[in-house]
T-cell receptor, first 115, second 114 residues
Framework: DADVTQTPRNRITKTGKRIMLECSQT?????MYWYRQDPGLGLRLIYY???????NKGEISDGYSVSRQAQAKFSLSLESAIPNQTALYFC??????????????FGPGTRLTVL | GNSVTQMEGPVTLSEEAFLTINCTYT??????LFWYVQYPGEGLQLLLKATKADDKGSNKGFEATYRKETTSFHLEKGSVQVSDSAVYFCALSVRETSGSRLTFGEGTQLTVNP
């Protein structure tokens, strides 16, 4: 089984709808991240959480919110989806006790299309 | 701030050709450097890393050397295979007060033809 899972894998929705993307991990890592990937722009950080009580905005948090329900679960919500939020979304985890600064483990991605 | 610049793609090579993907960076502190690879339909996975100047990261025939004087971390492979077709991301991480975060380059699409 995959260590970092994302649901759904694909989603098509309409402008104005509320959407939740979910991420679960079995790696026992304390840190979790949400990124979006757009062609030619690489990955951009939306939100990150260093533990259950810690939530931080990334570089492109406007229009998004997150919830860290447990150490293993980190959800991303689009309160009112708009077409320019069409992208590939990745969840990632890392371990603060690891000696490898910056190594993150990624889920398979959720492809979101907003019509 | 922190930033990573990669050579523009896409890159198309024939099997057994030599590969170089350029990566340069700017960082406010002393970064660790990474190459991540994304195979079609999958998430990113760590390919190799280097944590201090002159370190060489290597994995699966790929290599990259941390060059502090030129702020570069170019990815190389002597003989690419069709299975190396993927998107390659250069990234850096700098230790901050509250923890570390990755900053990614734009990604370079590599296609290897038989």
């Amino acid at each position: 089984d995959a260590d970092v899972t994302q649901t759904p894998r694909n989603r098509i929705t309409k402008t104005g709808k509320r959407i939740m993307l979910e991420c679960s991990q079995t790696k026992g890592h304390d840190r979790m991240y949400w990124y979006r990937q757009d062609p030619g722009l690489g990955l951009r950080l939306i939100y990150y959480s260093f533990d259950v009580k810690d939530i931080n905005k990334g570089e492109i948090s406007d229009g998004y919110s997150v919830s860290r329900q447990a150490q293993a679960k980190f959800s991303l919500s689009l309160e009112s989806a708009i077409p320019n939020q069409t992208a590939l979304y990745f969840c990632a985890t890392s371990d603060s006790t690891s000696g490898v600064l910056g190594e993150q483990f990624f889920g398979p991605g959720t492809r979101l299309t907003v019509l | 701030g922190n930033s990573v610049t990669q050579m523009e793609g896409p890159v198309t090579l024939s099997e057994e050709a030599f590969l170089t993907i350029n990566c340069t960076y700017t960082a406010t502190g002393y970064p660790s450097l990474f190459w991540y690879v994304q195979y079609p339909g999958e998430g990113l996975q760590l390919l190799l890393k280097a944590t201090k100047a002159d370190d060489k990261g290597s994995n699966k025939g790929f290599e990259a050397t941390y060059r502090k004087e030129t702020t570069s971390f170019h990815l190389e492979k002597g003989s690419v295979q069709v299975s190396d077709s993927a998107v390659y991301f250069c990234a850096l991480s700098v230790r901050e007060t509250s923890g570390s975060r990755l900053t990614f380059g734009e990604g370079t699409q590599l296609t290897v033809n038989p």
